[in-house]
């Protein structure tokens, strides 16, 4: 059973930078994909960065490219969210997924990071940025 923790949320004024952990454990396999979700109150949780080990392959939602980074540190079994030049529209809870296989695939359509399905989910951190 693969467990995910997030931890680095806070508070922080736009402009400045935070960086997100989520700790691993349970899994043995390099082909995973590995998201970073946001939520925010009364909107739709949204895809903001992923990222398939095996692959070497990173994405982004459009809001967060250049801003945001995602890597893993494969010795600690730990996802970072680099978060630069935050915005207050960047407020929301931030959660940390991950399923084995691609980021990308096709079946009957494209899934991408965002869209497709995910097994394992952390409780999630709040990030909030104050104009």
């Known amino acids: 059973q693969v467990q995910l923790v997030e931890s680095g949320g806070g508070s922080v004024q736009a402009g400045g930078s935070l960086r997100l952990s989520c700790t691993a454990s349970g899994y043995t396999s390099s082909n995973f994909c590995w998201g970073w979700f946001r939520q925010a109150p009364g909107k739709e949780r949204e895809g903001v960065a992923g990222?398939?080990?095996?692959?070497?392959?990173?994405y982004y939602a459009d809001s967060v490219k250049g801003r945001f980074f995602i890597s893993q540190d494969k010795v600690d079994n730990t996802l970072y969210l680099d978060m630069s030049s935050l915005k207050p529209e960047d407020t929301a809870m931030y959660y940390c997924?991950?399923?084995?296989?691609?980021?990308?695939?096709?079946?009957?359509?494209?899934?991408?990071?965002?869209?497709?399905?995910?097994?394992?989910w952390g409780q999630g951190t709040q990030v909030t940025v104050s104009s």
């Open positions: 990222l398939w080990i095996e692959g070497d392959r990173r």
């Open positions: 997924a991950a399923t084995r296989g691609e980021c990308e695939y096709w079946n009957k359509g494209l899934y991408t990071f965002k869209t497709r399905p995910y097994d394992y």
